[in-house]
């Protein structure tokens, strides 16, 4: 008869749960380790090390590409600055009459929101270095 344990689990993509995911897989590590201070065939503790290093070396592979696929978070962030600077190029090349038309629309548009235009911000600070 063949004793046996098996462990699966998925990678959970929350910071909970790996936290909970790695405890688990620690206790498990631990298990492995004092069974292998049985008196065991030379055999089976050669498999139990394999086995062990092995879950450790795809448990951290699987961390480290977990960690490098980028959040939703800063994917919205990049197109954000990305939408911003296309916004900033296209003022930038409207005439002067027309960049100043596009402040006054985003004039009368921030006193109806609360949150201003960066790009207004940048048209008039580029307006007030010219009249210097």
Request: charged share 40%; hydrophobic share 40%.
């Given at each position: 008869?063949?004793?046996?344990?098996?462990?699966?689990?998925?990678?959970?993509?929350?910071?909970?749960?790996?936290?909970?995911?790695?405890?688990?897989?620690?206790?498990?590590?631990?298990?492995?380790?004092?069974?292998?201070?049985?008196?065991?065939?030379s055999e089976v503790s050669k498999k139990l090390k394999n086995t062990r290093s092995e879950a450790v070396t795809r448990f951290t592979k699987s961390l480290a590409a977990l960690e490098e696929t980028p959040s939703q978070q800063d994917i919205a962030q990049k197109k954000?600055?990305?939408?911003?600077?296309?916004?900033?190029?296209?003022?930038?090349?409207?005439?002067?009459?027309?960049?100043?038309?596009y402040v006054e629309k985003e004039r009368k548009s921030r006193q109806s929101s609360t949150c201003p235009s960066f790009v207004a911000k940048l048209i008039l600070e580029m307006q007030k270095t010219k009249k210097m």
């Open positions: 008869m063949k004793n046996r344990i098996t462990l699966v689990t998925k990678l959970p993509t929350s910071d909970v749960g790996l936290v909970a995911t790695s405890r688990l897989l620690e206790q498990v590590i631990l298990l492995v380790d004092s069974l292998d201070k049985h008196k065991f065939r954000k600055a990305e939408k911003e600077k296309a916004e900033k190029e296209r003022v930038a090349k409207l005439s002067a009459e027309e960049q100043r038309k």
